[in-house]
């Protein structure tokens, strides 16, 4: 079964530590993105990728870090930098960078304690 | 700036009472219109994408429609199941990246 697969489902992060979310794909989708929801706003994107080895800021990059060594593969890094890290973040995938419908996982609930 | 605006921001129905849920924009260059559903704690599910105005879909009990400034997502005879949250999406520009704004979404809750 193809589909998006984010983890943990529940994260809990100690101020000033750094966590890492993972994202992994098998729809041999060629861009995936790291969204943040929180409650009353719009999903806001911190990082995508168009293709393995190149990823770009979105609107809400800092004190987020990514990679995308494989094309399976892009986990987002929550540093210490980021003043507000207690959000909901959603991993999706599309096709391609044009105008194709996002395949998002089930999500990864992260809260600062 | 690329404006996505969701209306009503919550909607209570009872079973069978039909409705609609709107979605306005201001994009420059539209290349796509996309509407999902999500249910708490989890991540969107695609429903739809509009390329055109005119252009109309549907699926079991949901039809969305597209106009230049607007899209309507029209909930026939809805039943409880159909309680969530729906987002509007617009994907705009050229080149490149196309960026995709996201509206806050519409909560439906269907009362048996």
């Known amino acids: 079964d193809g589909g998006i697969t984010q983890s943990p489902k529940y994260l809990f992060r100690k101020e000033g530590q750094n966590v890492t979310l993972s994202c992994e794909q098998n729809?041999?989708?060629?861009?995936m993105y790291w969204y943040r929801q929180d409650p009353g706003q719009g999903l806001r994107l911190i990082y995508y990728?168009?293709?393995?080895?190149?990823?770009q800021k979105g609107d809400i990059a800092e004190g987020y870090s990514v990679s995308r060594e494989k094309k399976e593969s892009f986990p987002l890094t929550v540093t210490s930098a980021q003043k507000n890290p207690t959000a909901f973040y959603l991993c999706?995938?599309?096709?391609?960078?044009?105008?194709?419908?996002?395949?998002f996982g089930q999500g990864t609930r992260l809260t600062v304690v | 700036e690329d404006q996505v605006t969701q209306s009503p921001e919550a909607l209570r129905l009872q079973e069978g009472e039909s409705s609609s849920l709107n979605c306005s924009y201001t994009v420059s260059g539209l290349r796509g219109l996309f509407w999902y559903r999500q249910d708490p704690g989890k991540g969107p599910e695609f429903l739809f994408t509009l390329y055109s105005a005119g252009e109309e879909k549907e699926k079991e009990r949901l039809k969305a429609t597209l106009t230049k400034k607007e899209s309507f997502l029209h909930i026939t005879a809805p039943k409880p199941e159909d309680s969530a949250t729906y987002l509007c999406a617009v994907q705009a520009g050229s080149g490149g990246y196309q960026k995709v704004t996201f509206g806050t979404g519409t909560k439906l809750q269907v009362i048996p």
């Open positions: 729809l041999n989708h060629d861009a």
């Open positions: 999706a995938s599309k096709r391609d960078r044009l105008n194709t419908e996002a395949f």
């Open positions: 990728s168009q293709i393995v080895n190149d990823f």
